[in-house]
């Protein structure tokens, strides 16, 4: 168990630095990135409004990362994290992790959030839902944890992180703001860039959108399939910002269509391999010229 009066190491997945004061929520800065807005509001208010039901329970301390919880039989985003962040870790250039400063947008609730904080990183959640925001507060205060509430446009242009994940959250923008979010996205990273979402397939459509919102694991509308991102337009759009993807993996489900879809309602047992196919996807770049001379992921 962490003692409040120290910052001692106590295991590797566990290295927090402690504050000396409670956490704050912070806002729009004068100097911020683009003009362009990629705020969907009907989304932020719809995330919002499941703050409370977000975990399925606290866990005994709120320094516990998400992944050492055992996933409850209907949520497909704890099931899926472990898998989000040892791919994330697998493409940073370091394991001294809490040399780096990383950057989590659409932070949600802080699954992927509380997995980087345990890390030791030091970490900065993006969440336009105040009602999130102030979820991260609550679950969080006892980490360095920054809070900035409001979409990423709206983050100091000043600002710089060596690792930016966006879980889920590209599928959730406004309409037609992709371009704008992945030019944001790719100004304020300098070594490791990691995004995953839900490609525009059927499989796609049945197992991430229909199943679970018909049976009610999700409340309806959760997602919209026109929202749905192509992974291959995605790496254009990094390509012409001079990033290029590295590594691209999809959940497949043994068994074909109908276990792809009962995944979709029990909410676990996906496989993670290389390739298109599968639905749900996760991606790590890196910018052009690094990615290019290295030779190598790490």
Same mark, same amino acid.
């Given at each position: 168990?962490?003692?409040?009066?120290? #910052?001692?190491?106590?295991?590797?997945?566990?290295?927090?630095?402690?504050?000396?004061?409670?956490?704050?929520?912070?806002?729009?800065?004068?100097?911020?990135?683009?003009?362009?807005?990629?705020?969907?509001?009907?989304?932020?208010?719809?995330?919002?409004?499941?703050?409370?039901?977000?975990?399925?329970?606290? +866990?005994?301390?709120?320094?516990?990362?998400?992944?050492?919880?055992?996933?409850?039989?209907?949520?497909?985003?704890?099931?899926?994290? #472990?898998?989000?962040?040892?791919?994330?870790?697998?493409?940073? +250039?370091?394991?001294?992790?809490?040399?780096?400063?990383?950057?989590?947008?659409?932070?949600?609730?802080?699954?992927?959030?509380?997995?980087?904080?345990?890390?030791?990183?030091?970490?900065?959640?993006?969440?336009?839902?105040?009602?999130?925001?102030?979820? @991260?507060?609550?679950? &969080?205060?006892?980490?360095?944890?920054?809070?900035?509430?409001?979409?990423?446009?709206?983050?100091?242009?000043?600002?710089?992180?060596? =690792?930016?994940?966006?879980?889920?959250?590209?599928?959730?923008?406004? #309409?037609?703001?992709?371009?704008?979010?992945?030019?944001?996205?790719?100004?304020?990273?300098?070594?490791?860039?990691?995004?995953?979402?839900?490609?525009?397939? @059927?499989?796609?459509?049945?197992?991430?959108?229909?199943?679970?919102? =018909?049976?009610?694991?999700?409340?309806?509308?959760?997602?919209? &399939?026109?929202?749905?991102?192509?992974?291959?337009? =995605?790496?254009? @759009?990094?390509?012409?910002?001079?990033?290029?993807?590295?590594?691209?993996? $999809?959940?497949?489900?043994?068994?074909?269509?109908?276990?792809?879809? $009962?995944?979709?309602?029990?909410?676990?047992?996906?496989?993670?391999?290389?390739?298109?196919?599968?639905?749900?996807?996760?991606?790590?770049?890196?910018?052009?010229?690094?990615?290019?001379?290295?030779?190598?992921?790490?």
């Amino acid at each position: 168990m962490l003692q409040r009066l120290t #910052p001692a190491i106590t295991s590797p997945l566990l290295r927090l630095r402690l504050p000396s004061s409670k956490l704050s929520i912070t806002a729009a800065s004068a100097r911020s990135l683009s003009t362009q807005s990629t705020h969907d509001t009907s989304e932020s208010t719809k995330f919002g409004a499941l703050a409370s039901s977000w975990y399925p329970s606290k +866990p005994a301390s709120s320094l516990m990362p998400p992944e050492t919880l055992t996933p409850p039989p209907r949520n497909p985003l704890l099931e899926m994290n #472990p898998h989000r962040i040892s791919f994330t870790l697998s493409h940073l +250039p370091t394991e001294e992790y809490t040399n780096i400063t990383a950057l989590d947008v659409g932070a949600g609730g802080g699954i992927a959030t509380g997995s980087l904080l345990g890390l030791g990183m030091g970490v900065t959640a993006v969440e336009p839902s105040i009602e999130l925001c102030e979820l @991260l507060k609550t679950r &969080y205060d006892d980490t360095d944890l920054k809070i900035h509430n409001g979409p990423l446009e709206t983050l100091p242009s000043t600002q710089k992180y060596h =690792l930016t994940t966006a879980f889920e959250i590209i599928e959730h923008l406004a #309409p037609n703001t992709l371009p704008s979010f992945i030019e944001n996205l790719t100004s304020v990273t300098t070594s490791t860039i990691v995004i995953s979402s839900i490609s525009k397939t @059927l499989t796609s459509l049945l197992k991430c959108k229909l199943a679970p919102e =018909l049976i009610g694991i999700v409340p309806w509308g959760t997602h919209e &399939y026109s929202k749905f991102v192509p992974p291959e337009t =995605l790496i254009k @759009l990094m390509k012409e910002n001079e990033w290029e993807c590295v590594k691209h993996e $999809e959940m497949r489900i043994e068994g074909g269509l109908l276990s792809e879809i $009962e995944f979709g309602v029990r909410g676990r047992g996906g496989v993670w391999e290389e390739g298109e196919g599968g639905g749900n996807y996760v991606m790590a770049f890196k910018p052009c010229s690094s990615s290019s001379s290295s030779g190598e992921n790490r």
